[in-house]
């Protein structure tokens, strides 16, 4: 069976590089998955979950937007402006960013410009804990820092 | 032969000027390993968002030319009627169109802000003033004016990244549209923006034919490589073959053209620049590094030189010396 040539990157690191059966990533119109043989394609990511399969392995990766480009011959590649695994995720410091961002939307007065600004980060903080909780039961090896710096 | 006291003198500013020259390769060297580790870290991402632009630049083309013979025919006679109009898919871009009639080309030169590089901005300019010189034929300064083709004479206007290349360019009387300061912190991608939509804001007034990015590769602590990248249009010189475009191209685009391109090419563009900056960067630490260890080295070895000399020199004088008292005692017995 085909499978998927993918390469997920950042401006900062290659995030994942594998063969995989299947990929399922949130673009603007929802989660869509692109199984081997898919047809070229260009969509634009959202911030959620990108969950990348091969055999009975499972990658589950938080993305904060970018771009997914099907190449003809099945490959894939994932421009994100940022990504990580779930195990990567601190859940504390993202427990704090939340609670910080909905202080600052209920106390402070911001222009609409600072508001979308909040906003979006509060939302990429909300995505990355669910990704973190709904995973945290599995066991995966503890790789030094994180993408993000808060 | 100088005299015991100038060589002490000239021992001690040789080795005054070391110490600054260890310093400055040791700030070098601290700097020029981070530069290089951002510089290879965002290199992938860089060239696949290259490739991707690529892609949807050479289907694109294709694409028009799938719903059926008659796009075909209309997009061949627009071709035909002016080659500027090629507007490809719907919502295309002005990034996207080519502007083959435009008399300007536009040059952003990345250089240091300092020297101390030994040849690295010298070389870069020169491949300027060579490439330039080949694509362009100054329009002022050309004195068999009549005989050029209208069609083909361009002007170049450049945008200075660097304290140096700016100096060269205004020494030159160079028409220099924008001088964008270099920070000595590691830039962000927020300090890209502003170049960013200068280029664009140009690129789409439709008076560029080109947009030339020169800057210096880094390709080892060694070695730098001056080198030359179009940013825009996209495509890329080499036209391909028609039968390969019509295979690879047809790429479906979600949510829509217009909403993916809108996002997409800002970001390549920035991405684009980002890489040639921080290359640039990571070359002038390289060979700054280089320089400085070779001053340094070289400082040793005279150093060690005068201070032959003047040991000889020392022990001469005591020689001497020794010989007149020799010669006094034996005359006084």
């Known amino acids: 069976m085909s499978k998927l040539n993918f390469q997920l990157v950042t401006p900062e690191r290659t995030v994942l590089k594998e063969e995989l059966d299947s990929l399922s990533c949130p673009t603007t119109l929802g989660q869509i998955t692109i199984l081997p043989g898919h047809i070229p394609l260009v969509a634009t990511l959202t911030a959620g979950e990108l ?18 480009e099907v190449r003809p011959n099945s490959q894939v590649v994932a421009l994100a402006d940022a990504a990580e695994h779930h195990y990567e995720i601190d859940v504390q410091k993202t427990e704090e960013a939340v609670k910080r961002a909905q202080k600052a939307i209920s106390e402070t007065k911001m222009s609409s410009e600072e508001y979308a600004k909040v906003a979006a980060s509060l939302n990429q903080s909300l995505t990355r804990l669910n990704i973190a909780r709904k995973h945290s039961h599995r066991r995966q090896p503890i790789t030094g820092e994180g993408v993000f710096k808060e | ?150 069609a083909h004479r361009l002007e170049a206007d450049f945008i200075t990244y660097g304290r140096k290349g700016r100096d060269v360019m205004i020494r030159s009387h160079k028409e220099v549209l924008a001088d964008f300061e270099k920070f000595d912190r590691t830039i962000t991608t927020e300090d890209i923006f502003p170049i960013a939509e200068l280029i664009t804001n140009l690129y789409s007034s439709g008076k560029y034919q080109k947009v030339l990015i020169f800057y210096n590769r880094f390709v080892s602590t060694l070695v730098q490589k001056p080198m030359v990248k179009q940013l825009l249009p996209f495509a890329s010189n080499s036209a391909p073959t028609k039968d390969s475009e019509l295979k ?72 001497t010396e020794l010989a007149e008292i020799t010669a006094g005692k034996i005359a006084l017995e």
């Open chain 2, 248 to 319: 690879t191209a047809d790429y479906l685009f979600e949510p829509n053209p217009a909403e993916v391109l809108k996002h997409l090419l800002p970001r390549i563009i920035e991405s684009q620049i980002y890489q040639t900056i921080l290359e640039s960067e990571a070359s002038e630490q390289s060979a700054r590094m280089v320089m400085m260890k070779n001053a340094t080295e070289a400082a040793g070895d005279l150093i060690s030189d005068l201070t032959l000399t003047y040991n000889k020199l020392r022990q001469n004088k005591i020689t």
């Open chain 2, 1 to 150: 032969m100088p005299g015991i006291k100038e060589l002490k003198t000239r021992i001690k500013s040789i080795s005054g000027t070391r110490k600054v020259t260890r310093a400055m390769q040791m700030v070098s060297a601290a700097k020029m390993r981070k530069s290089q580790d951002a510089t290879m870290r965002s290199r992938t991402y860089a060239s696949l968002a290259w490739e991707l632009i690529l892609d949807i630049e050479a289907g694109s083309t294709a694409a028009i030319a799938t719903p059926g013979q008659d796009a075909v025919d209309v997009l061949q006679e627009s071709a035909d009627l002016d080659p500027s109009s090629r507007m490809l898919l719907p919502g295309m871009t002005q990034l996207m169109t080519s502007y083959p009639k435009a008399t300007k080309i536009a040059v952003l030169i990345l250089t240091t802000n300092r020297g101390m590089v030994g040849s690295l901005n010298s070389n870069l300019l020169n491949l300027v003033q060579k490439t330039i010189e080949s694509e362009v034929r100054w329009a002022p300064s050309e004195p068999d004016n009549s005989k050029t083709d209208g």
């Open chain 1, 51 to 68: 969950v990348a399969k091969s055999g009975g392995k499972e990658h589950f990766i938080n993305v904060t937007g970018g771009f997914i």
